[in-house]
């Protein structure tokens, strides 16, 4: 077994969990740096479809200082705040998927194709059928009722966190799917169906 450590905010971390993460991520990316092409490759997704939108928007989350490439400290940093964090710096990060031009807001357009893309991947599961009752222009439509509190036609970032708080269904809309683990498991058992 590893080493375990206690962090600051008490939550173990297993060292060596850390040591083999990062010689899978060296092994995936001699560079140390990861393009968004080995990002798609790593988790099995395909150049074009359903899931390469919604991959893209989580690479932009995950690459925290804008240079196109996520490094080790940002990819474990994002998985670590996934698995872990709390809600609110999880919505924070949700935020960021969403807000595809990085202008502080979620608009019509950016909510309609995060939805779309969800709801392209989770089509067919069984898991989340109640969800997805409502189609997407339906979806985007109840989001911005519940959450665009001033009606402006755009959310900022304290609505996207007070209206995920403060209703169920909103919040299992704009958290995303908090378990990248089983997404990536899905995507490449897709991938090697192909």
């Known amino acids: 077994m590893g080493q375990i450590q206690q962090t600051e905010n008490s939550k173990d971390v297993d060292v060596q969990i850390i040591q083999d993460m990062y010689k899978e991520f060296v092994l995936e990316c001699p560079s140390g740096l990861l393009f968004l092409h080995e990002f ?3 988790f099995g997704v395909a ?5 390469s939108d919604y991959a893209e928007s989580m690479f932009r989350a ?13 990819f474990v940093a994002a998985l ?7 809600l609110e710096p999880k919505l924070h990060w949700s935020f960021k998927v969403y807000d595809r031009d990085c202008n502080g807001y979620v608009d019509r357009d950016e909510l309609k194709a995060i939805i ?3 709801y392209k991947i989770k089509k067919g599961t069984k898991k989340d ?11 985007v439509d109840r989001l911005l009722r519940a959450v665009d509190t001033d009606n402006d036609g755009h959310i900022n970032m ?14 299992n809309m704009l958290q995303l799917d908090m378990n990248p683990a089983g997404w990536v498991l899905e995507q490449r058992r897709k991938s090697a169906q192909f």
């Open 40 to 42: 798609k490759r790593f």
């Open 80 to 86: 670590n705040l996934v698995f872990r964090g709390e």
């Open 116 to 118: 779309n893309s969800i």
């Open 62 to 74: 995950f690459d925290r200082n804008r240079d196109n490439t996520i490094d080790f400290l940002e």
């Open 158 to 171: 304290e609505e996207f966190i007070r209206g995920a708080q403060l209703d169920p269904w909103v919040l």
């Open 129 to 139: 059928e109640d969800d997805f009752k409502l189609t997407v222009d339906e979806a």
């Open 47 to 51: 150049a074009t479809g359903e899931a």
